[in-house]
């Protein structure tokens, strides 16, 4: 009878996920290390450690008994939760500097002895933080916060952007010369042109702002036998510039229900003619 409930005892301990698969727990380990990123002399901002931000990715902080470290959020960030895997050797506190869009939020961290290790996760209203808490007797980082290259691009972006809606569409355009003598007709889609003209040389179309938002339609001229070749132009904001004149074409969009809209020369009548 023992030893059947020693072969029973064997058993379970095989059927045991943590005795099975060792190897997972490897996995685990080897990720979490892959994730981590270490304070660096490089990361310092005088006495502050500045992490970039990546989601995901584990954040170490140092810390020592009888000091506080200063996790500093991104500005206008606010706290949805703060859960610490420890919160009976360690304290965790929060508070806020400055005020309207400048106000940052601010976590506080202690530990009450030296050799303690914890893991702190702080969920906001724009991102998750994962940060790796150790206590040395020594050595605690007195504050860390990050940077966000990821709304460093966005922003430049939509600077990029607005400096391409503000930009001219064209240059040295003689207003007195400029032709508006287009019709449009057809589908109304969302992405209606609100006028053609020309000043010439090329042709202007124009689009409403909803033109941002969705797929752009291609264009296509007609030539004198109805048969349309697709044509080149560049999107200056809400505008297809095409470096030629034409007396008709078509912008179309869609499959089965294709949506197309006819662009044509009324009468060729040029101001201060």
């Given at each position: ?34 994730a981590l990123r270490e304070p660096s002399s490089a990361g310092f901002v005088r006495a502050v450690q500045v992490y970039p931000y990546a989601e995901g ?23 949805t939760s703060v859960a610490a895997g420890d919160t009976v050797r360690w304290t965790v506190g929060d508070t806020t500097s400055g005020s309207g869009a ?15 290790r914890t893991n702190l996760v702080i969920t906001t209203s724009r991102r998750v933080y994962h940060v790796e808490l150790e206590s040395r007797s020594t ?135």
């Amino acid at each position: 009878m023992i030893r059947i409930l020693i072969l029973s005892a064997s058993v379970l301990a095989l059927a045991s996920p943590a005795a099975a698969r060792p190897e997972q727990s490897a996995k685990v380990a080897a990720a979490n290390k892959a994730a981590l990123r270490e304070p660096s002399s490089a990361g310092f901002v005088r006495a502050v450690q500045v992490y970039p931000y990546a989601e995901g990715a584990l954040y170490r902080l140092f810390a020592a008994p009888e000091r506080i470290t200063d996790i500093a959020l991104q500005a206008g960030e606010t706290i949805t939760s703060v859960a610490a895997g420890d919160t009976v050797r360690w304290t965790v506190g929060d508070t806020t500097s400055g005020s309207g869009a400048d106000q940052r939020t601010h976590i506080f961290v202690k530990p009450f002895s030296a050799g303690l290790r914890t893991n702190l996760v702080i969920t906001t209203s724009r991102r998750v933080y994962h940060v790796e808490l150790e206590s040395r007797s020594t050595g605690a980082m007195a504050a860390l916060s990050w940077t966000y290259p990821q709304d460093e691009m966005i922003a430049l972006r939509q600077r990029q952007d607005a400096a391409t809606a503000a930009a001219p569409v064209a240059s040295g355009l003689a207003v007195e010369r400029l032709n508006f003598n287009y019709a449009i007709s057809g589908d109304k889609p969302a992405w209606r042109p609100v006028r053609a003209f020309d000043d010439g040389r090329q042709t202007f179309i124009e689009f409403p702002p909803s033109i941002a938002v969705g797929e752009a339609p291609p264009l296509f001229v007609l030539g004198e036998d109805g048969e349309a070749a697709l044509v080149n132009y560049r999107v200056a904001g809400r505008y297809y510039v095409v470096d030629r004149l034409f007396g008709a074409a078509e912008l179309r969009l869609g499959g089965k229900k294709q949506k197309v809209v006819r662009i044509a020369m009324d009468q060729p009548k040029r101001r201060g003619k």
